[in-house]
């Protein structure tokens, strides 16, 4: 049986957005969807079952309310769903080991604090083995999407970009691939993000190349990434791509690409003390600021 795409849901709009997301997800890799819920067991005495029964009858309408919306957003997905007992980062990760992929939802704060995901969210994709997609609340089918004439919502024109954040000092081929897969799924663009920074005089040591200009240096790392690319330009030939190698800021390149694009696509190194997870400060940006959906692949 083909592993599915599991969606973890609450009640939350967040939630809610991510399992609609998945739904979407699932048609496009055609697998089934699964909706998990997950409660927390505390045992209470001679309380403990009369209140574990209530907390099965509240998990069964989450369920049953995400898994109405979708019916009837996305008719054609295979939905089952799933109750299973926390505590909550621990047992989506468990879920996750079985997923061709996880979404959660990703709470959202308005104003110049940005964006703030929630602590199992962030738990979960500092953790886990397989990719994990973030979707922030109020997430709409339309938002994935080239606005039609006029400027209005439409499901009906082509996908936004794909945008996939690369290291060219650490380039990983599960992450790549992944974001060719997206793009090509979606007969979308995929625009490959390479930052840079100018080593500082400090770093710099006797005979080294710093008297190389900043327009030459730009170019040599455009050499370097249409390299990295072209034997997956080569496996999917279909797909446009377009290279991107911007000076700054690896995670202000990558918020900027992601403001008009239907996925974000970042790496994170899988830890190597597990006890000590780590999402990297690019990734970390991601996380907390970007409002498109942001697929995390981790990797060795």
């Known amino acids: 049986m083909l592993s599915p795409v599991i969606a973890g849901v609450d009640g939350s709009p967040e939630s809610l957005a991510a399992a609609e997301w ?5 048609l496009r890799r ?26 099965r009858h509240l998990a069964r309408r989450v369920l049953r309310q995400a898994e109405e919306r979708i019916r009837s957003a996305i008719p054609g997905v295979l939905v089952t769903d799933q109750q299973v007992e926390g ?33 199992v969210a962030q738990g979960v994709v500092a953790k886990a083995i397989r990719p994990v997609v973030l979707v922030r609340a109020g997430a709409e089918a339309e938002d994935e999407h080239v606005p039609a004439d006029g400027g209005s919502p439409s499901i009906r024109t082509g996908y936004l970009d794909v945008v996939l954040g690369i290291d060219l000092a650490d380039a990983c081929d599960e992450v790549i691939e992944f974001a060719f897969k997206e793009a090509q799924s979606r007969q979308a663009r995929l625009r490959v993000v390479y930052a840079w920074q100018p080593p500082s005089a400090i770093s710099l040591g ?17 050499g370097f990434l249409s390299a990295v690319l072209k034997v997956w330009r ?22 900027r690409a992601a403001s008009a694009a239907s996925l974000l ?19 970390h940006a991601a996380v907390h600021h970007v409002g498109c959906p942001l697929a995390v692949v981790p990797h060795e």
């Open 87 to 119: 505590p909550a980062t621990a047992a989506l990760m468990k879920a996750a080991e079985q997923a061709d992929l996880l979404v959660l939802g990703s709470r959202g704060l308005s104003g110049f604090t940005g964006l703030l995901v929630g602590s």
């Open 265 to 283: 696509v970042v790496g994170r190194r899988l830890a190597e003390r597990p006890t000590v997870p780590r999402i990297g400060p690019v990734t």
């Open 30 to 55: 055609d697998r089934p969807l699964r909706l998990v819920h997950v409660w927390d067991w505390h045992p209470r005495g001679h309380d403990g079952e009369p209140a574990n029964a209530a907390q």
């Open 206 to 222: 006797p005979g080294d190349i710093a008297l190389v200009d900043d327009p030459a240096r730009a170019e040599e790392w455009q």
């Open 234 to 255: 080569d496996k999917y030939p279909g797909t446009e791509v377009l290279e991107t190698v911007v000076e700054g800021k690896a995670s202000t390149a990558l918020v």
């Open 22 to 26: 998945a739904a979407r997800e699932a």
